[in-house]
């Protein structure tokens, strides 16, 4: 095979320890170097000392990491790649032979790099991400804090959501186990909650034991402590997303987009689409669209890869919003698709159209420009008014207006 790098350097990595393969012309040398920082300063400067073009290695965890920033501010060209994409032969498995087995695949050209943004964009994603999980972690709280009320008779939520000022006020007194008259909880809810007054007097009568009280008072203070951390997030975010505010903007116009998963898509693709050749390449690198399953010439069921599960997720969610949205192009493609295929694909392939949309709004630097609910209707009409007027004559219409009964 024809070589395309002379000099370069595969790199297996672990938690304590790097295997570094570097090929020079025919002949490899292996050293193993810790994984300190000034261990890493060690390896670049024998690299580049040695005039490595390129070095590649596995995107294992989090371990790659540091490798990758010291490289960066060395100059050294740098390669992560998808583990799957170069597995070695079996019976072949240590840490030196993977070494090799990456450096040899270096050289000959057969690896294929992964999408690595500037660290500016990293440091977002790393926040954005943080975020993301400090949301879902205080929705799975909410969720135990109603298994413990409903564990304890009480049926709060049936009446009210518990996310409110006035679920609050009611929790603080059955935590202190304190028994209230009518008049009394009409003082402790508001607005159109005083209407259902009636029937929280009896939603609230139930027994909690003081081991239930106290974990109730220990959920809530988390849920408080994370909504506190979760607002001083969306802070540094919103100082740090100054620059992309116009891409922001242009994305929050899609219907189901708020600012939150716009800010969460930027961080993850950035606002610069020269990176993706076609929207397409987007949509797969983020694994929102069918995987290659063809065999015979026929093309099989096929799933969708893992892709980016962060921007993945959020587009889901995002999908599940625009298609409450009446009126919309992606509401009348979840109908079309959903009568056939499902509800689940049918969200994903709305998913889909939304990341190309994104990525002809941020790569054009246009407003978006919604299709419209009728846009299957007026897509090749001529042909649809054919197809019809088939049908209609095989159920017996004629042209003349004169319909005749089948044999």
């Known amino acids: ?51 490595c073009e390129i070095v590649a290695m596995e995107s294992t965890g989090a371990y790659w990491k540091p490798l990758y920033n010291l490289f960066e ?4 060209e740098t390669m992560v790649v998808n583990a799957a994409h170069m597995k070695a032969l079996p019976g072949r498995k240590t ?13 000959h050209g057969l690896l ?18 943080y975020r993301k999980s400090l949301t879902e972690e205080r929705s799975r709280e909410w969720n135990r804090l109603q298994k413990i009320l409903e564990g ?22 059955i935590i202190a186990d304190k028994a209230i008259d009518r008049d009394e909880l009409e003082d402790l809810v508001y607005g159109k909650v005083r209407s259902k007054v009636e029937a929280l007097l009896p939603a609230i009568d139930g027994f909690t034991t003081p081991l239930q009280r106290r974990l109730l008072g220990c959920i809530i203070d988390h849920i408080d402590d994370m909504t506190r951390r979760i607002t001083d997030l969306d802070v540094v975010i919103n100082d740090y997303m100054a620059e992309y505010e116009s891409a922001i903007d242009r994305i ?26 076609t ?49 919309s192009f992606f509401s009348a493609q979840f109908q079309r698709i959903s009568v056939r295929r499902g509800k689940r694909r049918a969200i994903l392939a709305v998913a889909h159209s939304m990341l190309i949309a994104i990525y002809h709004v941020l790569k054009h630097d246009v407003d978006f420009r919604d299709l419209g609910s009728d846009y299957y209707d007026t897509y090749n009409r001529e042909r649809k008014i054919k197809g019809h007027l088939k049908r209609l004559e095989a159920l017996g219409w004629s042209p003349e207006g004169s319909a005749t009964v089948p044999a």
């Open 1 to 51: 095979m024809e070589v395309v790098y002379r000099c370069c350097c595969g790199v297996d990595v672990h938690k304590k320890k790097t295997v570094a393969c570097l090929y020079t012309g025919k002949s490899h040398e292996v050293r193993e170097f810790g994984t300190t920082t000034g261990e890493i300063r060690g390896m670049a400067n024998w690299l580049t000392e040695a005039g």
């Open 73 to 76: 501010i060395s100059g050294l």
């Open 95 to 107: 840490d030196i032979k993977d070494a090799e087995w990456i450096g040899d695949l270096l050289r």
């Open 112 to 129: 294929r790099a992964s999408f690595i943004p500037d660290r500016t964009q990293r440091e977002l994603r790393e926040i954005a991400r």
């Open 152 to 173: 304890a008779n009480i049926k709060i939520s049936s009446v009210i959501d518990i996310n409110t000022a006035s679920a609050r006020n009611l929790m603080k007194v």
């Open 252 to 277: 929050s116009q899609l219907p189901g987009i708020a600012r939150h998963s716009a800010e969460v898509v930027i961080a993850e693709i950035g606002k610069d689409m020269n990176r993706f050749p």
């Open 279 to 327: 929207a397409a390449h987007l949509a797969s690198w983020a694994g929102v669209c069918p995987g290659n399953n063809q065999s015979g010439g026929k093309r099989l069921n096929g799933k969708s890869n893992k892709g980016n599960k962060t921007l993945k997720s959020t587009l889901i969610r995002s999908a599940h919003s625009a298609v409450k949205v009446k009126n």
